[in-house]
C-alpha cells in the first residue's frame, strides 16, 4: 500500500498558485518525499524531492512540515500545460510505491 | 540525446502470444526497473534490476519475465501466464545505490500494449 495520501482531485486558476497537499504520517526518518507529475499518456516527470528541508528549483517549491508527516508542492504560477496527474511519493527500499495520485485541472 | 527511450509506443498481440517491450537507457545508471499502470492507477512494480546480471521480483512480477545483460538494456517479456495483460508499461532508469537514499527515478515515455 502507498504510503501517501493525497485528494483526488483539485483545480487552480491560471496564474494563481497550485497548492498540492501530501500526508505521509508513517514516514521514517531516513526516507525521502518525490513529486512527479504524468501527463495522460506519458511517462511521470520528475519534479522535485526532499528530506526535512524546504526545496526549489525551477519547477516547483516543496514545503515539508517540521515532523514530516506531511507535503504541500506548489506551483507558483500555473498554466495550463501544468495540468496532470500529481503524484507524492515516499521512496519505499530500492523502489516507488505510487498511490493513485491528485489530478489538477488547470482553467483558463 | 540522454534519456531513456521505449519502444513501440503501441503493440497489440494476441492472446497467448509473449510479447517483449524494449527498453534502453544511455544514462549511465546502473538501475532499471519495469512498472505496469492500469487505466486511473498508480504504478506497479513489476521487476528491477539494480546492476547488470541481476533482477528482482516486485509486487506484480507473476505472468513476466526480464534480462539485464547489458547495463543500458532491459527488456521486459510478457508471457501467456499473465492473465491480464492490456496496460501502460513504463519502465525507469536510476543511479543505483550509489545513488544513496535520494536516488532519482527517470522513466521512458511508456508502451501501451493491447491484448486482443
Known amino acids: 500500500d502507498a504510503k501517501t495520501t493525497q485528494p483526488p482531485s483539485m483545480d487552480c486558476a491560471e496564474g494563481r498558485a497550485a497548492n498540492l497537499p501530501c500526508n505521509h504520517s508513517t514516514i521514517s526518518g531516513n526516507e525521502y518525499v518525490y513529486w512527479y507529475r504524468q501527463i495522460h499518456s506519458q511517462g511521470p516527470q520528475y519534479i522535485i524531492h526532499g528530506l526535512k528541508n524546504n526545496e526549489t528549483n525551477e519547477m516547483a517549491s516543496l514545503i515539508i512540515t517540521e515532523d514530516r508527516k506531511s507535503s504541500t508542492l506548489i506551483l507558483p504560477h500555473a498554466t495550463l500545460r501544468d495540468t496532470a496527474v500529481y503524484y507524492c511519493?515516499?521512496?519505499?527500499?530500492?523502489?516507488?510505491?505510487f498511490g493513485t495520485g491528485t489530478r489538477l485541472k488547470v482553467l483558463a | 540525446d540522454g534519456g531513456i527511450t521505449q519502444s513501440p509506443k503501441y503493440l497489440f498481440r494476441k492472446e497467448g502470444q509473449n510479447v517483449t517491450l524494449s527498453c534502453e537507457q544511455n544514462?549511465?545508471?546502473?538501475?532499471m526497473y519495469w512498472y505496469r499502470q492500469d487505466p486511473g492507477q498508480g504504478l506497479r512494480l513489476i521487476y528491477y534490476?539494480?546492476?547488470?546480471?541481476?533482477?528482482q521480483k516486485g509486487d506484480i512480477a507473476e505472468g513476466y519475465s526480464v534480462s539485464r545483460e547489458k547495463k543500458e538494456s532491459f527488456p521486459l517479456t510478457v508471457t501467456s501466464a499473465q492473465k491480464n495483460p492490456t496496460a501502460f508499461y513504463l519502465c525507469?532508469?536510476?543511479?543505483?545505490?550509489?545513488?544513496?537514499?535520494?536516488?532519482?527515478?527517470?522513466f521512458g515515455p511508456g508502451t501501451r500494449l493491447t491484448v486482443l
Open positions: 534490476s539494480q546492476i547488470v546480471n541481476d533482477f
Open positions: 544514462l549511465n545508471h546502473d538501475a
Open positions: 525507469a532508469s536510476s543511479i543505483g545505490a550509489s545513488g544513496g537514499l535520494a536516488d532519482t527515478q527517470y
Open positions: 511519493i515516499v521512496r519505499v527500499a530500492t523502489w516507488y510505491i
